[in-house]
């Protein structure tokens, strides 16, 4: 009796994440699809139209976050495949953000992005444009996280994001989180340069101009500059390659950071090739 009802609460738990995952795509679809009606419907219905349902999916999805410690480990295998949609999660299953493009255009285009995290007690849920510039272009869009574990027990969440402050220009960016005693913590102390340290690395380019792309020796394509503009290694990520730009454009030089066991530490200020 006992088997039964834990396998009939285990069935229970994932008919909910598959009705939450349905209704996260449902609301984004409405979203993604206002945006191709801009051109045959007034521009202000739209933008209220949109302003609404990105808003539903914020709160649902704040509300759901907080309820289901299980969707940190849901596999979300069809929102995975909606464009412009993204659902990176931790190694360690303790952080997780759900990050959208708004399909707005012009001065309020931008993303929306909400985190998961684990509590003693559960989960927890924010919002995390909520604590970026009110200004919708710096609401950046999450779309990998890597761990690293670091001295005294401390777990330091590294996080690729991007935004778009033109037609053309993205910044990309990798931004630090930690979870300690229950709170989520961002700007953590994790690159060393030569005379500072610092909490993050970005940079800005012309998305026209960046376009290279690196193939191993069987011909798959192992690092694509675009996205992310940070070229992790393939050695479980402890070197970073940070490209170096001149005018808007990738001049295939970086600067290399390599992980000393508590943090990113800048090794040599440039290098030819990245070398596997």
């Not at 708004?102 to 931008?110: E, I, L, S, T, V």
């Not at 996205?227 to 393939?234: E, K």
Request: glycine share 4%.
């Amino acid at each position: 009796m006992i088997f039964f009802l834990l396998a009939n609460c285990s069935f229970l738990k994932a008919q909910n994440l598959a009705a939450i995952e349905n209704k996260v795509i449902s609301i984004y679809r409405n979203i993604d699809s206002l945006r191709y009606l801009k051109e045959v419907v007034p521009h202000q219905i739209v933008n209220d139209s949109l302003q609404y349902l990105n808003k539903e999916l914020i709160k649902y999805l704040l509300d759901v976050c907080a309820l289901y410690p299980e969707m940190l480990k849901y596999d979300f295998t069809k929102l995975k495949k909606e464009i412009g949609f993204a659902v990176p999660v931790s190694q360690d299953n303790k952080l997780r953000i759900y990050s959208w493009h708004n399909a707005f255009w012009g001065d309020k285009a931008g993303c929306n992005s909400v985190v998961q995290y684990k509590t003693a007690d559960g989960c927890a849920a924010e919002n995390l444009r909520a604590s970026s510039d009110s200004n919708s272009k710096l609401c950046l869009f999450f779309y990998e996280i890597h761990d690293y574990q670091i001295k005294n027990n401390r777990t330091v969440y590294l996080i690729s994001a991007e935004c778009s402050g033109s037609d053309s220009e993205i910044t990309n960016m990798l931004k630090t989180f930690e979870i300690e005693k229950g709170t989520l913590l961002q700007n953590i102390p994790f690159f060393k340069g030569q005379n500072e340290t610092f909490t993050g690395v970005s940079i800005s380019y012309d998305r026209s101009l960046m376009s290279d792309t690196i193939f191993d020796a069987n011909g798959k394509r192992r690092i694509n500059i675009m996205l992310p503009s940070f070229v992790f290694s393939p050695f479980k990520g402890k070197t970073l390659y940070v490209p170096l730009l001149s005018k808007g454009a990738k001049n295939h030089q970086y600067i290399v950071y390599k992980f000393d066991g508590n943090q990113f530490v800048r090794d040599k200020y440039l290098v030819d090739k990245i070398t596997f």
